[in-house]
């Protein structure tokens, strides 16, 4: 038999991104809407979807080999696996994101010592308690199945929340008392499987092309022709991710430059580049840049 990686994904809000970064990354998952077993280009790989809150305990179980889900969602099962490396993105771009204690906007509350003998909401009720528990405060924790915005004042005197960009919560008329913790996409693995040196290096590879695709996802690359009497004048105005790749050109007295710079100052910079002599300015989309 072939060998073959198990791996869970989650299902929901993070699999369109997970999926279009494994695509850049090179290998291709198609699924349909109700499957929660899609198929890979790759014939050594097995994907499982999941959803991310139960990743963790899948993973310890070894029903799975390694697995893609939040850190919050790990240390809330305190499911024992490993952690194999990060990945920064979520649904809505490349960031981490906070699970916030949040209150009304008219109420008294100001801190979370003011919610002492309080109701807090939320999905995170193991870490918050936990949470709670290392700030010396006495609260009522409780499992909300959704639409946990909406509970405050009636339903909880606060909550706690995952936010992006804390937009829903602004929506909602509340206001952040504290950030409970910072979340981010890990890759961890089984303890077990990744004795298998087989299992820890396809991983291992695996990570390596989506790291590179998460790197190249706020990048592009430049190509430009300078006459050699300019080339100083450009060299100066390129932040290159090493050191700009210069050669000669059949042209005598040209040279070719080709970069890697951040995609948003491209903008600012081309026009800068043609004012300091570049002809021919080419920018070019990156699926992967490999450290």
């Known amino acids: 038999m ?15 991104s997970t999926f279009e970064l494994f695509r850049k990354a090179g290998y291709k998952i198609s699924s349909t809407s109700r499957s929660y077993f899609p198929t890979v280009n790759d014939e050594e790989i097995e994907i499982i979807l999941a959803r991310a809150q139960e990743i963790a305990r899948y993973v310890e179980d070894g ?14 099962s305190g499911a024992n696996v490993t952690t194999v490396d990060s990945l920064i993105y979520a649904k809505q771009g490349l960031r981490k994101v906070r699970w916030v204690l949040a209150a009304p906007e008219n109420s008294k509350f100001k801190t979370v010592q003011d919610l002492k003998g309080k109701i807090i909401a ?27 915005e909406a509970k405050p004042p009636v339903l909880a005197d606060a909550i706690v929340e995952l936010t992006e960009t804390g937009s829903s919560l602004r929506a909602n008329n509340l206001k952040i008392l504290d950030t409970v913790l910072e979340s981010y996409t890990v890759v961890i693995g089984n303890k077990e499987s990744l004795k ?52 000669a050109l059949s042209k005598e007295g040209w040279q070719a430059v080709e970069t890697i710079v951040e995609e948003k100052i491209v903008r600012n910079l081309i026009p800068a580049l043609k004012k300091a002599g570049a002809e021919g300015i080419v920018e070019y989309p990156l699926n992967k840049i490999v450290y």
């Open 63 to 76: 029903v799975i080999d390694a697995g893609i889900t939040g850190l919050d969602w790990t240390l809330e």
């Open 196 to 247: 298998n040196q087989w299992k820890k290096g396809k991983l291992e590879n695996i990570i390596m092309l989506l790291k590179g695709a998460l790197a190249a996802e706020t990048r592009v690359g430049l190509k430009m022709n300078i006459q050699k009497s300019s080339l100083s004048k450009v060299l100066a105005l390129l932040p290159a991710l090493q050191n700009p790749t210069v050669s």
């Open 2 to 16: 072939s060998n073959k990686l198990k791996i869970g994904l989650p299902k929901g809000s993070l699999q369109e």
């Open 122 to 148: 939320t999905e995170l009720v193991e870490y918050v308690k936990k949470w709670l528990k290392s700030k010396k405060v006495s609260a009522k924790v409780e499992f909300s199945w959704g639409a946990t």
